[in-house]
């Protein structure tokens, strides 16, 4: 099992944070999420263009660089870990899943989403209804960057289908958390396209946004530790009383964990669907891992994020520090990716553990 | 040697024990674990000779310290098959994990001469003695004196919660052989045997009833004066070595037994029809989930150290993964008396505990011993977070 970065997964990592230091500036991101659109279009420009990020999972053979699930990971947590704001996530999502497709369509739009011309979103809080022809009427809310993309990916059943956002009425909605703007949908008979399993979209999705959980936590958690070396009160560091210590420390370990589910979920999803028969295979399988992932990391990250504003004290209230952004974020994922109790009992099921 | 194909070796260790595991050693499955350490005592010693027969202790030291020395990958499938068979628990594992791993570390060749063997052969037990009733967590407050007179160590002092006591051979003691230094400076890391006059030897009645622990009483002890592990006054480097070592590989067996224990209280739950209580059930994957945590941390930590030897002590992940297992187990311990409800409230007769009880109550030191939770937290956040010492 790869618990660390290859050596290629290593130097992609170091690119991407030069880049975030260059682009993800506080003023930056305070610009884009008080813009219309919530993006940052110069960053996403520079990295659909400059870096090629949305083309990382798209083969060779169509134009991308031919890598794979586990890269897309690294990408998403550096890019989350700074809430660059743009539409990375969720594009990339539908890329891997394309790529994964062997509907005409998948390749139809392929080359448009792995170089940033078009975006892709998933809408998984939809109700809708199919009609005779296959088409979809009905709404979908909190459809997380909806007001960019440019195609939907939507479960129905076990399928997951594609809508062209053409065919879609799509309405920004105010977001709590600023940085990650969402959309609601509605759906009159759009035309609609079967291009995968929505299992299998649905295990990336909760794993790529438990890798971004990840980094948010330990981005705050680092931040905070920081802060708690510098400031001072009673004439020395507050990091040095151990009640704060203590609190620290759990901090670190609920990290740890967090860090050993994500690394075990993006290992296994990033085996071939059908792996070698000697290759080795998981003990535990990606349908009770990537909910089991997705309810540590997202409860861990808001867990830090909540710890963050209190330890910084009064400071870590005001608008203008950090720490509200990373808040916001983490209780955001964690209400989107589903209530522990139905995530817990999802796992419960899979694993065998409930009748 | 060349090393063995995983798979190979993994069915060479469930043959060899299926063919062990038998006769006189067939009661002993089951026990001897946490929380019985107490039982069967001289039946495992004996079953520690018989796996040194076999070639299965220190399976991952050199060939040269006598050892098979075999990648952790490989250790780890003995763990786990050891576990899976349920064979008893080690009685030799404070010779093996603990003090071979410290004489390879800091011990003359002489040393490892004398007492590699024994502890491989199984024909010589061990205990640990560093914890005092004044040096707990401050384990450098330790009062117990060692005096060089005459060619002997003559050892006076007392120590306490130490296993086995009562069975070892031998005693590993951290003394004071420096009466003007203070702290961690002026201790000595001795070798005592155990049987010659002087030794007392007290079990501890724990809240469990049963005594796997014990104090020990030295007076006027003799050890050698050439069984002194590293210099006189480097006792500290060399205790903190061994605290470091323990903390191993065998993580891997201690897991495949906390596997045992949860499925063993989800099969109570499934039988009581306490699964159906939301909250119960609830607890029950969480436990799960922090099994599978616990592996993969462990499967990293371990990574991370890939082809280290004994020798390679590991850094703070050891803290976070005590810890997590420390809390985890603990928890565990009280779902399975919830889990049994009123049911768990009765003992058999002559305060004989269910294994849920046992867990229950047991699993309150695994967050005090080796250290406690709070020393642990301690050290994550001064060495793995940074943040400064407290003000003393």
Known sequence: ME??????????????????????????????????????????????????????????????????????????????????PSPYASS?????????????????????????????????HADLSVGADGSLTGTAGNVVDGAAADVFLIA???????????????????????TRPQASLRLDAAPAVRVGESARALALHRVLTAAECLAG??????????????????????????????RCADLAV?????????????????????????????????????????????????????????????????????????????????????????????????????? | MSVPDAEAFRAEVRDWLATNLTGEFATLVGRGGPGREHEFVEERIAWERRLGEGGWIGLGWSEEDGGRGLPWSHQVIFYEEYARAGAPGRAGHVGEQLLGPTLIMFGSSEQKQRYLPGILSGAEMWCQGYSEPGAGSDLAAVKTRAELRDGQ?????QKVWTSLAQFADWCFVLARTDAAAERHHGLSYLLVPMRQPGVDVRPIVQLTGTSEFNEVFFDDVRAAAQDIVGAPGDGWQVAMGTLAVERGVSTFGQQMGFRQEFEAVLAAAH??????????????????????????????????????????????????????????????????????????????????????????????????????????????????????????
Not at chain 1, 22 to 49: C, F, Y
Not at chain 1, 156 to 178: C, K
Not at chain 2, 153 to 157: L, P
Request: glycine share 10%; proline share 5%.
């Open chain 2, 271 to 392: 039988a009581n029809g306490a699964i159906d209580d939301p909250q119960l059930a609830a607890r029950l994957v969480e436990a799960w989930i922090g099994l599978q945590v616990m592996h993969w941390t462990a499967l990293a930590t371990l990574g991370a150290r890939l082809g280290a030897g004994p020798g390679n002590a590991p850094g703070t992940e050891a803290n976070v993964a005590k810890l997590m297992w420390a809390s985890w187990h603990r928890d565990l311990g009280e779902l399975a008396v919830d889990v049994g409800g009123p049911e768990a409230t009765l003992t058999g007769p002559d305060y004989d505990l269910t294994d849920a009880q046992r867990l229950f109550l047991f699993t309150r030191s695994d967050t005090i011993y080796g250290g406690s939770n709070e020393i642990q937290r301690n050290v994550i956040a001064e060495r793995l977070l940074g943040l400064p010492r407290e003000a003393r």
């Open chain 1, 254 to 355: 609920e990290v740890a964990a967090a860090r050993s589910a994500v690394r075990a979920a993006v290992w296994t999803a990033a085996l071939p669907e059908h792996a070698h028969p000697e290759q080795a295979r998981p003990e535990v399988s990606l349908a009770a891992l990537a909910p089991l992932a997705a309810l540590v990391a997202s409860r861990t990250f808001t867990r830090v994020t909540g710890e963050m504003i209190q330890l910084h004290g009064g400071i870590g209230f005001t608008w203008e520090h950090e720490a509200h952004l990373y808040f916001k974020r983490a209780k955001s994922s964690q209400l989107l990716l589903g209530s522990d109790t139905a995530l817990r009992a999802e796992i419960g099921r899979v694993a065998g553990l409930l009748r």
């Open chain 1, 217 to 246: 936590a330990e981005h705050c958690l680092d931040v905070t530790v920081g802060y708690l070396k510098t400031r001072e009160q009673f004439g020395r560091p507050i990091g040095s009383f151990q009640a704060l210590k203590h």
């Open chain 1, 92 to 124: 990339a999502l539908v890329v891997l899943l394309l790529a994964e497709s062997v509907a005409p369509l998948a390749e139809e739009l392929l080359p448009g989403l792995a170089d940033g011309s078009l975006v892709g979103a998933p809408a998984w």
């Open chain 1, 3 to 84: 618990f660390f970065d290859t050596p290629e997964q290593e130097a992609l990592r170091d690119a991407l944070r030069s880049f975030t230091r260059k682009h993800a500036t506080p003023e930056r991101v305070r610009a884009a999420m008080a813009s219309q659109t919530g993006i940052d279009e110069a960053a996403w420009k520079s990295l659909s263009n400059d870096l090629g990020l949305l083309g990382l999972a798209v083969p060779e053979s169509v134009g991308g660089a031919g890598a794979g699930f586990a890269e897309v990971t690294v990408a998403v947590e550096e890019l989350g870990r700074v809430l660059l």
């Open chain 1, 156 to 178: 129905m059943g076990r399928d997951l289908l594609a809508v062209r956002a053409s065919a879609v009425t799509v309405t920004p909605q105010p977001t709590l958390d600023q």
């Open chain 2, 153 to 157: 160590w003559h050892v006076d002092g």
